[in-house]
């Protein structure tokens, strides 16, 4: 059983930055790709970010590529999304998620779920 807790969402004004960490623990972290993804009120689950095993490779939507960036530190068993120049869409609740394949880091594919933390940003 892999289990994933996320911290580091809050309040911003738009602009600025937060750094979203998620920890995660049961099972070998460079064994798993990571990514981020996050659910505003009313609207589906969408993707943000993913990265591989090794941290090589990344991905990012459209929406948030130059602005985010998402990393990994496998000794500490921790991915993070940095998040800069903040806009008021970004609201939502950020998940982090962990999948042995890259490729299912997808909502409804995704074998793990962090219980999320809110992310605000007030124009």
């Known amino acids: 059983q892999v289990t994933l807790v996320e911290s580091g969402g809050g309040l911003v004004q738009a602009g600025g930055s937060l750094r979203l960490s998620c920890v995660v623990s049961?099972?070998?972290?460079?064994?798993?790709?990571m990514g981020w993804f996050r659910q505003a009120p009313g609207k589906e689950r969408e993707f943000v970010a993913a990265i591989s095993k090794s941290g090589y490779s990344t991905y990012y939507a459209d929406s948030v590529k130059g602005r985010f960036t998402i990393s990994r530190d496998n000794a500490k068993n921790t991915g993070y999304l940095q998040m800069d120049s903040l806009k008021p869409e970004d609201t939502g609740v950020y998940h982090c998620a962990a999948d042995p394949t890259l490729s299912r880091l997808q909502p409804g594919i995704v074998n793990y779920w962090g219980q999320g933390t809110q992310v605000t940003v007030s124009s």
């Open positions: 049961g099972r070998t972290f460079s064994s798993y790709a």
